[in-house]
T-cell receptor, first 114, second 113 residues
């Protein structure tokens, strides 16, 4: 596609509910990143994929967060038993190769946990 | 890991004046320093980047300088226009073989007409 596509754009979840956020990266991009952006803050790294391999998940805040990219293209970020502190924008980004390549962001999925 | 500090958090300038945003980083192995512009409710968009083998890069009204010895880099916007109003983020790659970018906390740039 023309850019990184994310869905849903907006999600309101009740506390304790599970959510799944989808990312469709730019076609052919090897690297895929998930970031979390709280209101008024910069994006914070969550996890990184190179093709289907999750090479770094050091930024995932707890074991309630899980990400996958089974076929090396579309990725899903799943949050189990959501809590209010999970409310944020979840940004997906992709780049052609790994390091030192331009990273392109999606519009983000705005998650509000009530 | 990498730590990126960004100043100021808010910057208000008169239209036509210049704006400067400064960042410092901690990891001397970092080699890539992009700047992103984010309008309210929109995605961060890359506006300029610099790699460690150069000290300065310019693209029309936007320039970035890098001082690797001091571990700081700056964004310069000249002849500011209303459409420059946004939040700007600096970032540094994690260096040392790690993945992902570390972002600063952002600067809210306000262009006064």
């Amino acid at each position: 596609g023309a850019g990184v596509s994310q869905s849903p754009r907006y999600k309101v979840a009740k506390r304790g509910q599970d959510v799944a956020l989808r990312c469709d990266p730019i076609s052919g991009h090897v690297s895929l990143f998930w970031y979390q952006q709280a209101l008024g803050q910069g994006p914070e790294f969550l996890t990184y994929f190179q093709n289907e391999a999750q090479l770094d998940k050091s930024g995932l805040p707890s074991d309630r967060f899980f990400a996958e990219r089974p076929e090396g293209s579309v990725s899903t970020l799943k949050i189990q038993r959501t809590q209010q502190e999970d409310s944020a924008v979840y940004l997906c980004a992709s780049s052609l190769l790994r390091q030192l390549n331009t990273i392109y962001f999606g519009e983000g999925s705005w998650l509000t946990v009530v | 890991g990498e730590n990126v500090e960004q100043h100021p958090s808010t910057l208000s300038v008169q239209e036509g004046d210049s704006a400067v945003i400064k960042c410092t980083y901690s990891d001397s192995a970092s080699n890539y320093f992009p700047w992103y512009k984010q309008e309210l409710g929109k995605r961060p968009q890359l506006i300029i980047d610099i790699r460690s083998n150069v000290g300065e890069k310019k693209d029309q009204r936007i320039a970035v300088t890098l001082n690797k010895t001091a571990k700081h880099f700056s964004l310069h916007i000249t002849e500011t226009q209303p459409e420059d109003s946004a939040v700007y983020f600096c970032a540094a790659d994690s260096g040392g073989g790690a993945d992902g970018l570390t972002f600063g906390k952002g600067t809210h740039l306000i262009i006064q007409p």
